[in-house]
């Protein structure tokens, strides 16, 4: 299973709204997570199942949808949210990545 | 506290081997299925390899199988990916990271730090 992120990266301002896509290229139900990974640092598990906050995640991370289509949605963004995003599925093997998706400060 | 230490890296020639290690502590390794990841230089996450609690269930992504072995040590909360004939672009940092279960629907919430190999003559 193909997973297309997109954008690929975005020039944001601290406040603002943020939405990033991930596509699969068939189903895969609910089986979709979001990571957020820092220069340098290991990836973070942020939201899992598409939209249950993982522990510790803030409330401003949202996501949405089902089967192909899916939201990672910021709102307020504050400097710490300067990140790569990445989404995954989790369906069936190979657990697939997007390809990432830079967030950066306009 | 949860730890995933991941171990073994390094600078490799083409062709070469090298095992790395993952030692856990802070949770029930036991009763985790666990996953290589690597990245490499400015690049996504790729999936490696999972291997299930007991050893029995074994997946690598297709373009590695016939390389990379992973295997686990249950007895000292361990987990290692022997790489043969390694080349450039296995060059990546490599992350141990441990699969929730069916509860999260297998998400990855446990990480290590990464450990770096580099293909290289």
């Known amino acids: 299973i193909q997973m297309t992120q997109s954008p690929s990266s975005l020039s944001v301002s601290v406040g603002d709204r943020v939405t990033i896509t991930c596509r699969a290229s068939?189903?895969?139900?609910?089986?979709l997570h979001w990571y957020q990974q820092k220069p340098g640092k290991a990836p973070k598990l942020l939201i899992y199942a598409v939209s249950a906050l993982q522990s510790g995640a803030p409330s401003r991370f949202s996501g949405s949808g089902y089967g192909t289509e899916f939201t990672l949605t910021i709102t307020n963004l504050q400097p710490e949210d300067f990140a790569t995003y990445h989404c995954?599925?989790?369906?069936?093997?190979?657990?697939?990545f997007g390809q990432g998706t830079k967030v950066e400060i306009k | 506290e949860v730890q995933l230490v991941e171990s073994g890296g390094g600078l490799v020639k083409p062709g070469g081997s090298l095992r790395l290690s993952c030692v856990a502590s802070?949770?029930?390794?036991?009763?985790?299925?666990m996953n290589w990841v690597r990245q490499a230089p400015g690049k996504g996450l790729e999936w490696v390899s999972s291997?299930?609690?007991?050893?029995?269930?074994?997946y690598y992504t297709d373009s590695l199988k016939d390389r990379f072995t992973v295997s686990r040590d249950n007895a000292k909360n361990s987990l290692y990916l022997q790489m043969n004939n390694l080349r450039g672009e296995d060059t990546a940092v490599y992350y141990c990271?441990?699969?929730?279960?069916?509860?999260?629907?297998?998400?990855?919430?446990?990480w290590g730090q990464g450990t770096l190999v580099t293909v290289s003559s």
């Open positions: 068939q189903t895969i139900d609910n089986y």
């Open positions: 990271a441990r699969a929730t279960g069916f509860q999260q629907l297998d998400s990855f919430d446990y």
């Open positions: 995954q599925q989790t369906y069936s093997t190979p657990r697939t």
């Open positions: 291997i299930s609690i007991s050893g029995d269930y074994i």
């Open positions: 802070g949770f029930s390794f036991i009763s985790s299925t």
